[in-house]
Nanobody, 126 residues
């Protein structure tokens, strides 16, 4: 079992920055792929970014490319999401997710990930 705990959410103005962190504890083999999803009321969870433990390759949603950067510190089993040039449409609850190497499915699909954090609110005001 893996426990994921997010931190770093908050409120910023349009164009501001925030850095989210996700601390993972438990079975590290379940954190081969880690990532972020976000959700607003009445909408499905949306893929934001993903990163792999073996080579630190990354993938981003088109809506955040060039503005968000995902990184991980494998030694500390911690993942980060640096969010710059934030826009009001980035307002959402952000969830940290993880999946083991044997998980099936596209990295952008929520069903690939079997561990989810409790979520942290990000609010961007215009």
């Amino acid at each position: 079992q893996v426990q994921l705990v997010e931190s770093g959410g908050g409120s910023v103005q349009d164009g501001g920055s925030l850095r989210l962190s996700c601390a993972a504890s438990g079975r590290t083999e379940s954190t081969y792929t880690m990532g972020w999803f976000r959700q607003t009321p009445g909408k499905e969870r949306e893929f934001v970014a993903a990163i792999w433990s073996n080579n630190h390759n990354t993938q981003y949603a088109d809506s955040v490319k060039g503005r968000f950067t995902i990184a991980r510190d494998s030694a500390r089993n911690t993942m980060f999401l640096q969010m710059n040039s934030l826009k009001p449409e980035d307002t959402a609850v952000y969830y940290c997710v993880s999946a083991p190497i044997w998980s099936l499915g596209n990295y952008a699909s929520a069903t690939r990930y079997d561990h989810w954090g409790q979520g942290t609110q990000v609010t961007v005001s215009s």
